[in-house]
């Protein structure tokens, strides 16, 4: 059965795809960490499941193994299987936004690249 996760607002991370992994974790667990996470913090995120659909404010997920409170922080991994090298091919494009009405300065952008057809 699917689960339909009807966010507040809408979806602006670009990076959330078809066949990612969906984790829940309290937000009192997660409240009074720095921006300087460690994952030795105790905090264990729960698989919600694996997404099968995104919508604007929405994820469908499938393969269900929890069901989040509403007031939960939600977050998301690529799979490993899928996802487990480094860019292939011979040309990229990349596109950097800035959001902010502060000063902000890119001091080093890098990437390993792997030739797809040698």
Not at 10 to 18: A, D, E, M, P
Not at 24 to 33: F, K
Not at 89 to 99: V, W
Request: glycine content about 4%; some cysteine.
């Amino acid at each position: 059965m699917a689960l339909k996760l009807t966010l507040p607002h809408s979806i602006q991370n670009t990076s959330l795809q078809v066949g990612d992994l969906a984790y829940s974790c309290s937000v009192d667990a997660i409240q009074n960490i720095d921006t300087n996470f460690v994952f030795n913090t105790g905090i264990n995120p729960q698989l919600i499941g694996t997404i099968d659909a995104i919508g604007q404010d929405y994820v469908v997920i499938l393969e269900q193994e929890s069901v989040p409170d509403t007031a939960d922080f939600l977050m998301f991994s690529k799979d490993k299987a899928v996802n487990n090298t480094s860019l292939i091919g011979y040309y990229a494009q990349l596109q950097f936004k800035n959001n902010s009405d502060n000063h902000a300065e890119l001091f080093s952008v890098s990437a390993e690249v792997a030739p797809s057809s040698k």
